[in-house]
Every structure is written in structure tokens, then in C-alpha cells.
């Protein structure tokens, strides 16, 4: 049963760390997203990449957050330096459409407290 | 204006009963699809169904069901004979443009399912 997978699944960091969450999308999915959640924003988009090239990081603050994709299989968010603010879980989707049929699976997410 | 709306912020279904869960939706983007995932108090968010714009019938995953009326713009999940692992939030989403290897999703509030004995 193919998952998204991501680490780490908590992280507890200090204001002014950086933090590097990681991302593994599924075989064979094209699209991977990164999307943030709090409970004053609800869920909004952060970044996505399609075939590895970085579509729209338009929900991204420019000044400390950055996406990539190294390769394939890795997906990563990075945070320099972290604030208080940005304490979210993080999740990352891969997406893949076959004939008529869209989905896209989600990550369990990655819990973030900046102290 | 929202994109996607669910105006139900919390609901309560009796175990075995069907409930019906809210979603409307506003694009002027003749492609688009619908899904709905689930997430529980654990924090995962579990794919449930999806519903392309061209699509000529209502999608149906085992229990659920997505009520597709397009010219009221409206995607609303269909839960028959609900247990008590149902309860959760349901988030109500929308694709906009050409699906070709998926694009972001605009996520609804959320609804709140609570399924009692």
C-alpha cells in the first residue's frame, strides 16, 4: 500500500533555528505538494512542483522558507530562521491522474513547535 | 469570495443513520474537480472521493457518495450507514484547471462530524 512519507513526523526547535522537513512523494505521482495547517489559516498552499519543476510558492514567505525537490523521490521544505508564528503542521500530497480519476494522498504531516 | 464553503461547522449522525455533508463552490473555470478527505483527531488527512467537472455521474467509494448538482455548484458527501470511526473533520476541496498531473488544491473550513451510539 504506497504512502507519502514524512520526517520528521514532530519537531521541536528553538526561534531562529532552521528546520528541514522531508518529504519521500509516491512512486510514479507527478505533483507534489507542500501545504501548511493552522487553526486560525485552516489549509493553504505553501509550494508545489510538478515533474520536479516548482509550479507556484506563492503561499511561501520568500524571505525564510524555500521548497525543493533534489530529486524524484525527495521533497524538501526548509525554514531559516524558524519563528513562533510559523508552529503548523506541515503536510506534503503527491497527486497522480489516471484516465478520469484525480487524487491526491497526503503525508501524516510533520508537527511543528517553534519556541 | 470563498471558494470553497461549508457552512456546516459541526454535525451530529446517529451510528447506522446517513448524513449529508455541505459543499458549495464558486469557479468560472469550466475544469475543475471536487474531492473530500477526512481527517481524524490523529491529524492524518485521508483521501475519501473525487468528482471531475465533466464527470456524467456522481462518484460513489464504498460508504460515501459525492452529490454532484453542477448548476447549483454543489459537491456534497453522502455518508451512509455511519459508524463511529467516522467522526472526524471533513474538508470539502476544489482543483482548478486541467488536472494533467494534478494541480493545488483550495481547501473549505472544515466540517465536524461527531457519530453518536
Known amino acids: 500500500d504506497a504512502r507519502v512519507t514524512q520526517t520528521p513526523r514532530h519537531k521541536v526547535t528553538e526561534m531562529g533555528q532552521e528546520v528541514t522537513m522531508r518529504c519521500q512523494p509516491i512512486?510514479?505521482?507527478?505533483?507534489v505538494f507542500w501545504y501548511r495547517q493552522t487553526m486560525m489559516q485552516g489549509l493553504e498552499l505553501l509550494a508545489y512542483f510538478r515533474n520536479r519543476a516548482p509550479l507556484d510558492d506563492s503561499g511561501m514567505p520568500k524571505d525564510r522558507f524555500s521548497a525543493e525537490m533534489p530529486d524524484a523521490t525527495l521533497a524538501t521544505l526548509k525554514i531559516q530562521p524558524s519563528e513562533p508564528r510559523d508552529s503548523a503542521v506541515y503536510f506534503c500530497?503527491?497527486?497522480?491522474?489516471?484516465?478520469?480519476?484525480?487524487?491526491?494522498?497526503f503525508g501524516p504531516g510533520t508537527r511543528l513547535l517553534v519556541l | 469570495a470563498q471558494k470553497i464553503t461549508q457552512t456546516q461547522p459541526g454535525m451530529f449522525v446517529q451510528e447506522k443513520e446517513a448524513v449529508t455533508l455541505d459543499c458549495t463552490y464558486d469557479?468560472?473555470?469550466?475544469?475543475?474537480?471536487l474531492f473530500w478527505y477526512k481527517q481524524p483527531s490523529s491529524g492524518e488527512m485521508i483521501f475519501l472521493i473525487y468528482?471531475?467537472?465533466?464527470d456524467q455521474q456522481n462518484a460513489t467509494e464504498g460508504r460515501y457518495s459525492l452529490n454532484f448538482q453542477k448548476a447549483r455548484k454543489s459537491a456534497n458527501l453522502v455518508i451512509s450507514a455511519s459508524q463511529l470511526g467516522d467522526s472526524a473533520m471533513y474538508f470539502c476541496?476544489?482543483?482548478?484547471?486541467w488536472g494533467g498531473g494534478g494541480n493545488k488544491l483550495t481547501f473549505g473550513t472544515g466540517t465536524q462530524l461527531k457519530v453518536e451510539l
Open positions: 500530497a503527491s497527486g497522480l491522474v489516471q484516465n478520469t480519476q484525480e487524487t491526491q494522498y
Open positions: 512512486l510514479g505521482h507527478n505533483t
Open positions: 468528482q471531475g467537472s465533466y
Open positions: 469557479t468560472s473555470d469550466p475544469s475543475y474537480g
Open positions: 476541496a476544489m482543483r482548478e484547471g
